[in-house]
């Protein structure tokens, strides 16, 4: 079965920093891009960065850039997103995202996560 | 950036209706459109890409329509299982967006 699962969330000040994670199972990791897509409380959904199936290749939101970095080990079949200089705004759910191999589809995303949150308070 | 515009934000109807959602882009995307659908403390779901392609297990009531810069979301016959929030998403050239959500509700 093809399975997302995000862990790492958690509460954080503001300026502070965390890291998130995503297992894939069920699938060849390595030959997929992959994405995070946020979703902030009663609100609609906000992708925040992708990377290609190498790594070699990184995108990201103008609202995390520079702060935010991608990236991917294909040894461990793991996602990962380090998040510095949080802020209130980057309070939201977390969701790591698959995007199908279809040349038609190379930016939807298939599957997800389950979702990790994260909250920026003092 | 490429902006969209999806409307209605909130949509009410009843089992059985026909309902259709639009979004409309800032600038033409050609094909590079998904659509898809979420239930209350859930994931999204991928329903459509590339703006008319049904996605595997979906339900053939779901159709997408559309090019360039209008696009449109269609139920043929609503059912219980469908009242949620509906996303279309563009992939044409980063960053990708998201439109704003229709909410689809019980009338």
């Known amino acids: 079965e093809v399975q997302l699962l995000e862990s790492g969330g958690g509460l954080v000040q503001p300026g502070g920093s965390l890291r998130l994670s995503c297992a894939a199972s069920g699938f060849t990791f390595s030959s997929y891009a992959m994405s995070w897509v946020r979703q902030a409380p009663g609100k609609g959904l906000e992708w925040v960065s992708a990377i290609s199936g190498s790594g070699g290749s990184t995108y990201y939101a103008d609202s995390v850039k520079g702060r935010f970095t991608i990236s991917r080990d294909n040894s461990k079949n793991t996602l990962y997103l380090q998040m510095n200089s949080l802020r209130a705004e980057d309070t939201a759910v977390y969701y790591c995202?698959?995007?199908?191999?279809?040349?038609?589809?190379?930016?939807?995303?298939?599957?997800w996560g389950q979702g990790t949150m994260v909250t920026v308070s003092s | 950036v490429i902006w969209m515009t999806q409307s209605p934000s909130l949509l009410s109807a009843s089992t059985g209706d026909r309902v259709t959602i639009s979004c409309r882009m800032s600038q033409g995307i050609s094909s590079y459109l998904a659509w898809y659908q979420q239930k209350p403390g859930k994931a999204p779901e991928l329903l459509i890409y590339a703006a008319s392609t049904l996605q595997s297990g979906v339900p053939s009531r779901f159709s997408g329509s559309g090019s360039g810069t209008d696009f449109t979301l269609t139920i043929s016959c609503l059912q219980s299982e469908d009242f949620a929030t509906y996303y279309c998403?563009?992939?044409?050239?980063?960053?990708?967006?998201f439109g704003q959500g229709t909410k689809v509700e019980i009338k």
């Open positions: 995202a698959k995007s199908p191999r279809d040349p038609a589809a190379p930016g939807a995303f298939d599957i």
């Open positions: 998403q563009q992939y044409y050239s980063f960053p990708w967006t």
